[in-house]
């Protein structure tokens, strides 16, 4: 134990250059030693060897021997080529160095002891001839189906093992399968170092590789089997773990398409590079929904890529022209990218590969899936969930929003994905059917939003020709209603709401009435009375005329009498005048 | 070696093959150094053909240390190696030559087996 703790920070790494190994081996092979690669038939043993030779040569400047017993140089040649590498091209420019290792068993007869010495001249002259750090014995194996003698080839192995580890080459050797053991011919007896296992399994007619490092001698490695693929650039290795939950956050918002959604998200929508989870029973507008949140990034000038798991990029462009969407001149503009495939065209990992490639090329800021839930069908639960963990993780590290949407089935409960992925989702929207009075309508409600204020109404879900909206659903009187519906409630509501307006008006009318009445009679009273009073205006009027006109007739008569008598006169009828007013 | 037909040139293949000399016998033994195996399978091998070629045959020695680039040309990878590069088709020859039986068999002297 102790020296095995020794060796861990001793071991030297050889990076292979294959996407993913690295990472799992925390820096490659171990370097300067051979390193068992084992599988079944077209498990990917050569490919693996290939590519290690391959990227050694190009990236890391190590010339590598390639030397095969199994396959002559054209195929070899031809193999390579289909990654893309130039093997006679790569050998001229002595980076790499193969040869054909070609034995047949009838040619062959043994007339006593003998030793594989040929065999590490040849080896060894290859080695030198490039200064070689790398080899590649693809499928040394073979031997022991042409040399009768196990008992010497198998000593001669151990040796050379050791040999090789003499030359500080880092070598790769494979070996097929065995029954029991991991290769036929117990190979990893010899070669202790690092053992690779590739298998390939089918499960519901599905095939996925998978890798698992067996053994690395004085290195900790990841041991869980990891899938891997093999496609038109080589291997590529996924490790199932996560990538950690460190990524970048981001406080911007942007708009779902939809107005009054937006309002129901805090008024401001999505949160930048979140997750977003639509789920609804079929038919409940999933696409439409999908299709707005596309168009409204791409009015924003970013680059959304689509997958499409159900529809085709023209059946889902001409469907949506009916909701009033032009996605079509956002695919033009080379803003919209849609992606369609089949679920069951390959499995899980691939489906990952492919989302991280069309990714890496398109660099989007908004990613739709349009449902995951079809990935069901290539794979179990878990293993969706796993593959969903990952995509989710790398398009937050990535600062993506995506956008996914999820088909349940009206036995389902809404509240939980089959793919059981709602733990990693930021806001999830949920679309169901309202079926009242024989009428299928749709309701839209978020059934969470991290970190924001969210409404928490269910709100009619109205998919017009205009495009998208929300409503208020009718909730007065105890019972919630949706479409005509509602309609006719509101209807309802706005006629008895009328009628109550008339007779309000009627009221008002009457008091109005009665008003003017009213001011007439206080007019007609007002009329009565200063009418009495000017008689009486008149009356004192009179009296003081009258008055004047006696005082005039008096003086006139003491002109006339101008006399004592007269002045005694004028005396008494004074008294008397007094009198009379006293009286009045 | 105008007009011919098929069965002619058939017919003079033979010939010339048989003309060739049946009974000689091209051999190559590759070892790898001088070691007491190499030796011993150089010992063998001339022992071997002085007793059932006599004179009939030409044997070459080569060390692959010395010339390296043959063992891969030849398609040696076991040392020692005796070839029979005539007559065809090629034989090959693995081990200290010690079984001389099998020498036999192996460069069709004597039916196999």
Redesign the interface.
């Known amino acids: 134990m102790v020296m095995e703790k020794h060796d861990l920070v001793a071991v030297e790494k050889c990076p292979t250059g294959i996407r993913g190994l690295d990472q799992i081996t925390n820096g490659g092979l171990p370097k300067d030693r051979p390193t068992l690669v084992c599988g079944g038939a077209g498990s990917g043993k050569t490919l693996f060897a290939m590519e290690f030779l391959m990227h050694g040569a190009i990236e890391y400047g190590e010339p590598g021997v390639f030397m095969t017993f199994e396959e002559t140089p054209q195929d070899l040649a031809k193999n390579f080529y289909s990654l893309g590498f130039d093997l006679p091209e790569m050998m001229s420019r002595g980076l790499i160095e193969t040869?054909h290792?070609?034995?047949t068993r009838s040619?062959?007869?043994?007339?006593?002891?003998?030793?594989?010495?040929?065999?590490?001249?040849?080896l060894?002259?290859?080695i030198d001839a490039i200064g070689a750090k790398r080899v590649v014995l693809d499928t040394i194996e073979a031997?022991f189906s042409e040399?009768p003698n196990a008992t010497i080839l198998r000593a001669e192995l151990r040796r050379l093992f050791l040999w090789l580890k003499g030359r500080s080459v880092t070598a790769i050797v494979t070996g097929e399968s065995g029954d029991k053991t991991l290769t036929r011919y117990g190979l990893e007896e010899y070669v202790a170092d690092c053992v690779i296992l590739l298998d390939s399994r089918i499960t519901g007619q599905i095939a996925t590789r998978r890798m698992r490092i067996v053994k690395y001698r004085g290195a900790a490695h990841g041991a869980d089997e990891y899938p891997f693929l093999i496609d038109e650039d080589g291997i590529s290795v996924l490790p199932i773990t996560s990538l950690g939950l460190d990524y970048p956050v981001s406080k911007e918002r942007i708009s779902s398409g939809v107005h009054r959604l937006d309002a129901m998200l805090g008024g401001k929508g999505f949160f930048q590079g979140s997750t977003i989870l639509l789920s609804g029973t079929a038919g409940t507008g999933k696409t439409s929904l999908s299709a707005t949140f596309a168009d409204s990034a791409c009015r924003r000038g970013e680059r959304c890529l689509y997958f499409a798991f159900e529809e085709s990029p023209r059946q889902i462009i001409r469907n949506m022209e009916s909701i009033g969407l032009d996605l079509d001149q956002w695919v033009k503009k080379g803003l919209l990218k849609f992606h369609s495939a089949r679920p069951t065209l390959y499995g899980l990992e691939m489906h990952l590969v492919t989302f991280h490639k069309v990714i890496e090329a398109f660099r989007p800021q908004v990613f739709i899936v349009d449902p995951i839930s079809n990935l069901i069908d290539a794979g179990t639960a878990p293993e969706v969930k796993s593959v969903l963990t990952r995509l989710i993780d790398y398009l937050k590290m990535k600062k993506i929003s995506s956008f996914l949407t999820d088909l349940t089935h009206s036995g389902d409960s809404p509240e939980g994905t089959r793919e059981e992925i709602s733990s990693l989702i930021d806001t999830w929207l949920l679309l169901r059917d309202i079926e009242i009075k024989g009428e299928r309508n749709r309701g839209l409600y978020i059934l969470k939003s991290r970190g924001m204020y969210h409404s928490n109404q269910l709100q009619e879900f109205l998919i017009t020709n205009q495009g998208l909206d929300l409503v208020n659903i009718y909730t007065g009187s105890g019972e919630a209603l949706t479409g005509s519906a509602r309609a006719a409630q509101e209807a309802q509501e706005r006629a008895s709401e009328m009628e109550r307006r008339h007779e309000a008006d009627r009221i008002r009318r009457d008091q109005e009435r009665k008003r003017k009445a009213f001011e007439e009679k206080i007019a007609a009273l007002r009329a009565e009375f200063d009418a009495e009073s000017q008689e009486l205006d008149l009356l004192a009027e009179e009296e003081k005329e009258r008055q004047q006109f006696v005082t005039e007739e008096q003086s006139k008569m003491k002109e006339l009498r101008k006399g004592k008598l007269a002045a005694d006169w004028e005396k008494a009828p004074k008294r008397k005048l007094n009198g009379k007013k006293k009286g009045a | 070696m105008k007009r011919k037909t098929e069965n002619t040139v058939a017919e003079e293949f033979e010939q010339s093959a048989t003309r060739l000399n049946p009974e000689k016998h091209v051999l190559i033994l590759?070892v790898?150094?001088m070691t007491p195996?190499s030796t011993l399978?150089i010992d063998?091998v001339k022992k071997f053909c002085e007793t059932n070629l006599q004179g009939s045959y030409e044997l070459k020695v080569i060390d692959?240390?010395q010339q390296?680039?043959l063992?891969?040309g030849s398609?040696?990878?076991?040392?020692?190696?005796?070839v029979r590069k005539l007559p065809l088709?090629?034989?090959?020859?693995?081990?200290?030559?010690?079984?001389t039986q099998?020498?036999l068999?192996?460069i069709d002297l004597k039916p196999g087996k």
């Open positions: 040869d290792v070609s034995i040619e062959i007869e043994e007339t006593g002891e003998y030793d594989l010495e040929g065999l590490f001249i040849r060894g002259a290859a031997l040399l | 590759y790898a150094g195996k399978a063998n692959l240390y390296p680039k063992a891969k398609q040696i990878i076991a040392t020692p190696t005796l088709p090629l034989r090959k020859l693995i081990g200290d030559m010690s079984d099998r020498i068999v192996g």
